[in-house]
């Protein structure tokens, strides 16, 4: 064969390359969602408000007096998404995260898949970038779907009633608490952005899936234990997990950002240097599997 031929065919095939093309976002999200883990995730994230239903109808009834969220979860749809969310987010909906933004490039290292995709060619700031977009995409799923159908679930199972304030009992009504829960929703997706940082940083740094995950679910557990020991004092406040519940700010009858303020800016912060970390991690890793 002669050298024109094939140095036309080099021409043509380095003019077809364009590395803004690979690894489209549309095919990673399909290579996620056909993961058994994100369908076992979501599968427990949509029932378990409805176990929680069947959990209070089986069981006795609430103490009338008592002014304990738990207790107050049968008196509306609002008031059981609210105990839902308070019960899932410090483990559940922060298993969830770590796990989607944690597995992500850990699983291919796991696998051995990681150095293949690299010399498809995809840049790796690019590879890095997609699946922490897809990533976040299904974390952003997975904390929206659990309120909202825990919404629809006490909605059906306790009716749509006005929302009851725990410790005080004020009745608010739904109408003006419903456009808070958005507020609630996104404040609780802010605030597993620590989570999802530290999953995906040790995600690329590891090989090990189950350390990633394992490692972030970690963080929350050491930062809840701190955040007791109240010898530590406004040092407490630097803690990720300190602000997470500062979202009840928002179902009060009147709306206190501050707490909200203070807990998203350390989030965003948190994870602003951590995703920093691991590009500049992964950028420099010699990639062996």
Do not use: H
């Not at 990633?212 to 679910?217: L, M």
């Amino acid at each position: 064969m002669s050298a024109a031929p094939v140095e036309k065919a080099a021409g043509r095939t380095g003019a077809a390359y364009a590395p803004g093309r690979t690894l489209p976002l549309r095919v990673e999200i399909v290579r996620q969602f056909k993961r058994r883990r994100t369908l076992v995730m979501f599968g427990l994230l949509l029932a378990l408000p409805w176990i929680l239903v069947a959990a209070f109808s089986l069981g006795p009834a609430p103490a009338q007096n008592s002014l304990r969220l738990s207790d107050l979860a049968t008196q509306g749809g609002l008031n059981f998404a609210a105990f839902t969310l308070s019960v899932s987010a410090t483990l559940l909906l922060v298993v969830a995260v770590a796990l989607f933004c944690g597995d992500t490039v850990a699983s291919e290292a796991n696998w051995s898949s990681l150095r293949y995709l690299l010399a498809a060619p995809v840049p790796r700031d690019r590879l890095l970038r997609q699946k922490l977009v897809v990533a976040l995409g299904y974390s952003t799923a997975a904390v929206v779907s659990l309120p909202l159908m825990a919404l629809l679930a006490g909605t059906v199972a306790f009716g749509w009633n006005d929302i009851r304030l725990p410790g005080t009992g004020e009745l608010v009504p739904a109408s003006a608490v419903l456009p808070r829960f958005g507020i609630v929703i996104g404040y609780a997706l802010v605030s597993q952005l620590v989570v999802a940082a530290l999953a995906f940083l040790l995600s690329v740094s590891t090989d090990s899936p189950l350390g990633a995950v394992g490692g972030a679910v970690g963080l929350v557990i050491v930062s809840n234990i701190l955040q007791a020991v109240e010898a530590l004092g406004g040092i407490r406040e630097f803690l990720p997990t300190f602000w997470n519940a500062a979202w009840t700010d928002a179902l009060m009858p009147e709306l206190d950002w501050s707490g909200m303020i203070k807990g998203a800016s350390l989030s965003v912060t948190y994870a602003a240097i951590l995703i920093a970390l691991a590009f500049r991690r992964f950028r420099r890793k010699d990639v062996v599997s």
